[in-house]
């Protein structure tokens, strides 16, 4: 068989091939967006979530995210990794922001292209050719957009109109829409009316902003009312990883440049919450770097809180008894997934470490009469022999929150600097009324778990082979160590 013969490309030939690369990537921008983890957890949120909100710092990327999902649903193009919603059929949406002028700059940009200049059309997160006519302008101010329409892959044509917040409530009434997009923070009457638009469809709304403006209406929607129906994801400055497109040093200058009472806000997305907050140690005070040697005698337990109405949280505890310092080594949290799914993570990570859970799991379920702590036992977690419980057998969350914080504050609790769920959650836990809000404490409510048990805690290698035999304890359960390493298993 003769051998093919390739013969180079000519400098015209590549010439061309570089000069159709450029325009792809100009014209069809969509198909370059990577999303953080950050914004693709989000993202991945609106499968199971009708309001969605990406409380988050300055310039990291929170409208570039919003304009992708917009993008996605007008022209049905979803990339392989998406794991959000899908719409099927053209959509109907609005694009919203303060002004007309900052929707347009903004918004409008993210989408189509810099305002005002007509062969850049398409250059935005809208492809050129998805684009069905020419856009409709609005009034009052120059290359301001008030209506696209775009092909959906479907065949049809979507239908994008952009709306501002100064012209009121009243112009956020009539039509049913199947998503909105909010940028920047609205009125709660506004955000109000904009929810009623997509009622009758069983559409999406989702909001990007800072939360300069502290506790507001809106954001103590978020912050603390429960409701199955909606979610909050912070992201910060340092959630943007290396060779983002923010260095290193571009965002220590940013954080710096930042009036000292506005960069909790700026740089980490955290509403301002005063006095509610519970835990007051700096995050960089606990924070450290993954632990890359761990001694074989500090000792390991799991906590889990299971998720019955809210996400499931696990988070695995190191604990140096010597110094009496309590390491978060490894967290996760878990929408909508089964015992199933969070035993085999779990597995991986360290399948032979103890695992404590609090009392509501080892109730008996109303419909298999099996406790929910059973269910993890059968897929091969190392459950305790009962929930948590402080040595004198109480169970009190505020002697849990108090040895935290305690912990915190003498250095003797560290995370991992990598576990930025964990942080998403420490920035929000706070009080209302002197209650604790129950909204996004998964994974503290799971050290908080382990923390009770730490006297069944084992010196047992991480991995995914169990390091010991999980059988019944034969003697010294009742000390604070354990002989044959076993005591206080099932």
Same mark, same amino acid.
Not at 81 to 103: E, I, P
Not at 172 to 197: H, K, N, T
């Given at each position: 068989?003769?051998?093919?013969?390739?013969?180079?490309?000519?400098?015209?030939?590549?010439?061309?091939?570089?000069?159709?690369?450029?325009?792809?990537?100009?014209?069809?921008?969509?198909?370059?967006?990577?999303?953080?983890?950050?914004?693709?957890?989000?993202?991945?949120?609106?499968?199971?979530?009708?309001?969605?909100?990406?409380?988050?710092?300055?310039?990291?990327?929170?409208?570039?995210?919003?304009?992708?999902?917009?993008?996605?649903?007008?022209?049905?193009?979803?990339?392989?990794?998406?794991?959000?919603?899908?719409?099927?059929?053209?959509?109907?949406?609005?694009?919203?922001?303060?002004?007309?002028?900052?929707? +347009?700059?903004?918004?409008?940009?993210?989408?189509? /292209?810099?305002?005002?200049? *007509? $062969? !850049?059309?398409?250059?935005?997160? #809208? @492809?050129?050719?998805?684009?069905?006519?020419?856009?409709?302008?609005?009034?009052?101010?120059?290359?301001?957009?008030?209506?696209?329409?775009?092909?959906?892959?479907?065949?049809?044509?979507?239908?994008?109109?952009?709306?501002?917040?100064?012209?009121?409530?009243?112009?956020?009434?009539?039509?049913?829409?199947?998503?909105i997009w909010f940028d920047e923070e609205p009125d709660l009457d506004v955000y109000s009316e904009g929810l009623a638009r997509i009622g009758e469809r069983q559409g999406l709304a989702w909001m990007t902003f800072t939360p300069i403006n502290g506790p507001t209406a809106v954001v103590l929607r978020y912050t603390?009312?429960?409701?199955?129906?909606?979610?909050?994801?912070?992201?910060?400055?340092?959630?943007?990883?290396?060779?983002?497109?923010?260095? +290193?040093?571009?965002?220590?200058?940013?954080?710096? /440049?930042?009036?000292?009472? *506005? $960069? !909790?806000?700026?740089?980490?997305? #955290? @509403?301002?919450?005063?006095?509610?907050?519970?835990?007051?140690?700096?995050?960089?005070?606990?924070?450290?770097?993954?632990?890359?040697?761990?001694?074989?005698?500090?000792?390991?337990?799991?906590?889990?809180?299971?998720?019955?109405?809210?996400?499931?949280?696990?988070?695995?505890?190191?604990?140096?008894?010597?110094?009496?310092?309590?390491?978060?080594?490894?967290?996760?949290?878990?929408?909508?997934?089964?015992?199933?799914?969070?035993?085999?993570?779990?597995?991986?990570?360290?399948?032979?470490?103890?695992?404590?859970?609090?009392?509501?799991?080892?109730?008996?379920?109303?419909?298999?009469?099996?406790?929910?702590?059973?269910?993890?036992?059968?897929?091969?977690?190392?459950?305790?022999?009962?929930?948590?419980?402080?040595?004198?057998?109480?169970?009190?969350?505020?002697?849990?929150?108090?040895?935290?914080? *305690? $912990?915190?504050?003498?250095?003797?609790?560290?995370?991992?600097?990598?576990?930025?769920?964990?942080?998403?959650?420490?920035?929000?836990?706070?009080?209302?009324?002197?209650?604790?809000?129950?909204?996004?404490?998964?994974?503290?409510?799971?050290?908080?778990?382990?923390?009770?048990?730490?006297?069944?805690?084992?010196?047992?290698?991480?991995?995914?082979?169990?390091?010991?035999?999980?059988?019944?304890?034969?003697?010294?359960?009742?000390?604070?160590?354990?002989?044959?390493?076993?005591?206080?298993?099932?």
């Amino acid at each position: 068989m003769a051998a093919v013969v390739i013969e180079p490309l000519t400098t015209e030939e590549r010439r061309r091939a570089l000069e159709f690369v450029a325009l792809r990537k100009k014209f069809q921008s969509f198909r370059y967006f990577e999303p953080y983890p950050k914004q693709r957890e989000f993202l991945g949120l609106g499968a199971v979530r009708r309001e969605r909100l990406l409380m988050a710092g300055n310039r990291v990327g929170k409208s570039h995210c919003g304009a992708f999902e917009a993008a996605c649903h007008a022209t049905g193009m979803y990339p392989d990794w998406w794991g959000g919603r899908r719409f099927d059929a053209s959509t109907k949406g609005w694009v919203c922001g303060v002004t007309a002028q900052a929707v +347009r700059d903004v918004c409008q940009a993210k989408l189509c /292209g810099p305002p005002g200049v *007509e $062969r !850049e059309l398409g250059t935005g997160m #809208i @492809p050129k050719d998805r684009f069905e006519d020419k856009p409709t302008l609005g009034r009052g101010i120059p290359d301001v957009f008030d209506t696209l329409h775009v092909k959906h892959v479907s065949g049809g044509v979507s239908t994008i109109v952009f709306k501002s917040y100064e012209q009121g409530r009243q112009k956020f009434q009539g039509e049913g829409l199947d998503w909105i997009w909010f940028d920047e923070e609205p009125d709660l009457d506004v955000y109000s009316e904009g929810l009623a638009r997509i009622g009758e469809r069983q559409g999406l709304a989702w909001m990007t902003f800072t939360p300069i403006n502290g506790p507001t209406a809106v954001v103590l929607r978020y912050t603390d009312e429960p409701s199955s129906d909606r979610i909050v994801v912070s992201m910060t400055l340092d959630d943007i990883p290396d060779g983002g497109h923010l260095s +290193r040093e571009a965002k220590e200058k940013m954080f710096a /440049g930042y009036l000292p009472h *506005e $960069r !909790e806000a700026r740089a980490k997305g #955290i @509403p301002m919450l005063g006095s509610g907050r519970i835990f007051t140690a700096t995050e960089e005070s606990i924070s450290e770097p993954l632990l890359e040697h761990i001694p074989g005698y500090w000792t390991k337990i799991w906590g889990i809180d299971p998720g019955i109405g809210h996400p499931f949280g696990a988070a695995l505890l190191v604990w140096d008894r010597d110094n009496d310092v309590v390491h978060l080594h490894h967290c996760f949290r878990m929408v909508d997934a089964l015992p199933l799914v969070h035993c085999e993570r779990i597995k991986k990570i360290a399948a032979g470490v103890p695992v404590a859970y609090p009392k509501d799991a080892a109730d008996r379920e109303k419909g298999t009469g099996e406790p929910l702590a059973a269910h993890y036992k059968k897929h091969g977690l190392w459950m305790l022999h009962e929930h948590s419980t402080w040595p004198d057998g109480g169970v009190s969350t505020e002697a849990g929150i108090f040895e935290m914080d *305690e $912990r915190m504050r003498t250095g003797r609790f560290k995370v991992a600097s990598h576990l930025s769920e964990f942080f998403e959650e420490y920035r929000f836990f706070h009080r209302k009324n002197g209650q604790i809000v129950k909204i996004k404490d998964d994974i503290i409510s799971a050290i908080r778990a382990a923390l009770m048990m730490k006297r069944y805690s084992r010196a047992v290698p991480l991995g995914a082979s169990p390091g010991v035999a999980h059988r019944e304890p034969m003697m010294a359960t009742g000390l604070d160590f354990d002989l044959f390493a076993t005591g206080g298993a099932i």
